[in-house]
């Protein structure tokens, strides 16, 4: 993509995460045209409308409530092979990321980032760099270095009480309301988080839920 786009859709039923798309993309693009959608049979309605223009950028979520974004990218892609799909997920996990991009996804961006990071990674499509979040890419490039991966530490043990504050960390609390749900500090709730991101090797809150997710903690289909 060589010029800024002009029209964008944005298909995400959470209202917090629209309006942080939303506020991306007019930082990245201030000109740009925003659609957007809050399920799947909206933007399929879209997308089946004879007169309805191809958008030059989708930004779209995979757990939608009426079904996966993988449906509308794949439907996106047979009517508009040109429209540039990025997936806006907390998942980075490969049953997720791997199913998107072979559906058309050609981006794939975390929702634990401010608004201007996403915009940054957006402004890169203008010089031909693929929307991808850091880590996303990281697990890219692990996906092919399978003797890095098998050669990994066995997963790090968490205890009771660190279990409990990841699994409301994965379900959206913030510190404060983990502090006050587990009638623990919030000094020391902080302190159980920095060791639970130190024993499992991750450094945010996407890679906190999607850890809590592989434990069980948190069902698979939250966003």
């Not at 740009?32 to 950028?57: G, K, N, V, Y």
């Not at 508009?80 to 799909?85: F, R, T």
Request: charged share 20%; aromatic share 6%.
């Amino acid at each position: 993509m060589t010029e800024a786009p002009r029209l964008a859709w944005i298909v995400e039923d959470l209202p917090h995460a629209r309006a942080w798309v939303s506020d991306a993309l007019t930082r990245a693009f201030p000109d740009i045209e925003i659609r957007t959608a809050d399920c799947l049979a909206a933007a399929m309605q879209w997308l089946d409308a004879s007169a309805t223009p191809a958008p030059d950028i989708a930004l779209i979520d995979l757990g939608l409530p009426d079904g996966s974004g993988t449906q509308l990218i794949e439907a996106m892609q047979r009517r508009w092979s040109g429209v540039l799909c990025v997936v806006s997920t907390v998942f980075d996990d490969d049953a997720h990321l791997f199913p998107a991009l072979r559906a058309g996804a050609q981006g794939y961006v975390l929702k634990d980032q401010a608004a201007e990071q996403l915009a940054e990674i957006l402004r890169g499509i203008l010089s031909g760099q693929p929307p991808l979040s850091p880590a996303v890419a990281r697990r890219l490039l692990k996906h092919f270095q399978p003797n890095l991966a098998q050669s990994a530490p066995p997963t790090e043990t968490l205890t009771p009480r660190e279990t409990d504050v990841l699994r409301l960390i994965a379900k959206g609390f913030t510190v404060a309301q983990v502090a006050a749900s587990l009638s623990l500090s919030p000094h020391t709730t902080a302190g159980y988080v920095k060791d639970i991101y130190r024993k499992l090797s991750i450094s945010s809150r996407a890679e906190a839920t999607l850890e809590a997710t592989r434990r069980g903690l948190v069902d698979s289909g939250a966003h």
